[in-house]
Structure formats: structure tokens, C-alpha cells
């Protein structure tokens, strides 16, 4: 079956722009998380929703960054006024539902530079 | 604060057992899981240790001690296909959310 997708697998912007990463998890997974991460390093926690709500948005790093899942399946992490230090992998994953064990399903991801 | 102590890179021959390290120091501890990422891919699921002992499945295995805050990833019969970064990851103070340590990246030679 398909697993989870994200588009555009690559965004180049300039500093000071406005972005938008798309996330199409897994049909039927209702836990939708995502990551950030940085060459050489582990992925890092930004968000975490349970159908359309943000349950825990505490790894978002500042008021730039957003994310919704209206409709309960795809997400959008939005960015707005870009820095260079934003420039990453932003990986989203998605899961069955949530508790101990259950398996997070990983994206692609999106590599963002900012110039 | 919350972190997680992996080597940063191993080598190992095809054929052979290696084995990846991870100590963690979280505020709380759901489980530890181990994902594997080759180069320009998605981190994929390996395993998941909630309980102390070791969890066999196929040619990796994983174990936890949970009184060290320790666990360590087992992968035998290494192939050049396994060259890959792995990264421990721990569910702390949530069921949901990892943290993942900065991973460590296995190199097998032939």
C-alpha cells in the first residue's frame, strides 16, 4: 500500500519568504506527527495531531512556524518569514493511533534551503 | 533536560555481528525504539523495547535495561545493504512523541 507522502521533495526559497510543506499520511492513521531535521543529527519533534487537533505543538521553535490537518488526514507545515537557520529535512510520519510501541511511519521528507 | 548517547559512526565486515549502544537520561520512559535511514531516505522502523530483555526479530535484535537507561541495537550477518544510520529513540515524558538520539552511522566493508 502507499505510505506516507510529501510534497515538494525539495523547496529552495529566499530569506524572508513564506512556505508550505505537504504531508499525506498513511489512509486510516489518525496520529500525524511532525519532525525537523538537521545533517548529522536525529530527527527532532515539532508537532504531534490526533485527527484535527494539535495535541502537542511544544517542539515548534518559534511563532513562524504552523501547522494544520483540517480535515483530519493531509497537514501543511507553514513557514512564514524563512531564515537561513530553517533550512532542513522536514520529515512527517504517521501512526495508527498513539501509546506505547505503536510504529511512527516515515515520509521522505521535504529539504528545505533558504538562501 | 532529555538526551541520548549513541557512537557516532561503527565499521563492521559483511558477514560479521555488530552492535550499536544507547544510553538515555529522559524526564520519563515509555520505551526505547531503533530506526535505520540510508542516505536521502525516510527513517524506518526496526524495533521497540517497553520491558528489560532483548527482542529478536530476524537478523536484528534489540535490548533494554531499564534500571541502566540503556539498550543496545544487535544486527548479525551484517550485508552491504545494512550500511545505513541507525538512531535510538526513546517515548520520554509521552507515548507519542520520540526523541531521537543523533545516530549512529554503520559502514559495512566487504
Known amino acids: 500500500g502507499a505510505g506516507v507522502s510529501q510534497t515538494p521533495s525539495n523547496k529552495v526559497t529566499e530569506k524572508g519568504k513564506y512556505v508550505e510543506l505537504r504531508c499525506d499520511p498513511i489512509?486510516?492513521?489518525?496520529?500525524l506527527y511532525w519532525y525537523r531535521q538537521s545533517l548529522g543529527q536525529g530527527p527532532e519533534f515539532l508537532i504531534y495531531?490526533?485527527?484535527?487537533?494539535?495535541?502537542?505543538d511544544s517542539g515548534l521553535p518559534n511563532d513562524r512556524f504552523f501547522a494544520v490537518r483540517p480535515e483530519g488526514s493531509v497537514s501543511t507545515l507553514k513557514i512564514q518569514r524563512t531564515e537561513r537557520g530553517d533550512s532542513a529535512v522536514y520529515l512527517c510520519?504517521?501512526?495508527?493511533?498513539?501509546?506505547?510501541?505503536?510504529?511512527?511511519?516515515f515520509g521522505p521528507g521535504t529539504r528545505l534551503t533558504v538562501l | 533536560g532529555q538526551s541520548l548517547e549513541q557512537p557516532s559512526e561503527v565499521t563492521a565486515v559483511e558477514g560479521a555481528i555488530v552492535q550499536i549502544n544507547c544510553t538515555y537520561q529522559?524526564?520519563?520512559?515509555?520505551?526505547l525504539s531503533w530506526y535505520q535511514q540510508h542516505d536521502g531516505g525516510a527513517p524506518t522502523f526496526l524495533s521497540y523495547?517497553?520491558?528489560?530483555g532483548l527482542e529478536e526479530t530476524g537478523r536484528f535484535s534489540s535490548f533494554l535495561s531499564r534500571s541502566d537507561s540503556y539498550g543496545y541495537l544487535l544486527l548479525q550477518e551484517l550485508q552491504m545493504k545494512d550500511s545505513a544510520s541507525y538512531f535510538c529513540?526513546?517515548?520520554?515524558?509521552?507515548?507519542?512523541?520520540?526523541?531521537f538520539g543523533s545516530g549512529t552511522r554503520l559502514l559495512v566493508r566487504p
Open positions: 529522559t524526564s520519563g520512559f515509555y520505551g
Open positions: 510520519a504517521s501512526s495508527q493511533s498513539t501509546g506505547e510501541g505503536h510504529e511512527q511511519f
Open positions: 489512509s486510516g492513521h489518525t496520529a
Open positions: 495531531f490526533q485527527g484535527t487537533g494539535a495535541a502537542d
Open positions: 523495547n517497553a520491558l528489560d
Open positions: 529513540a526513546v517515548f520520554g515524558d509521552s507515548s507519542y512523541k520520540l526523541i
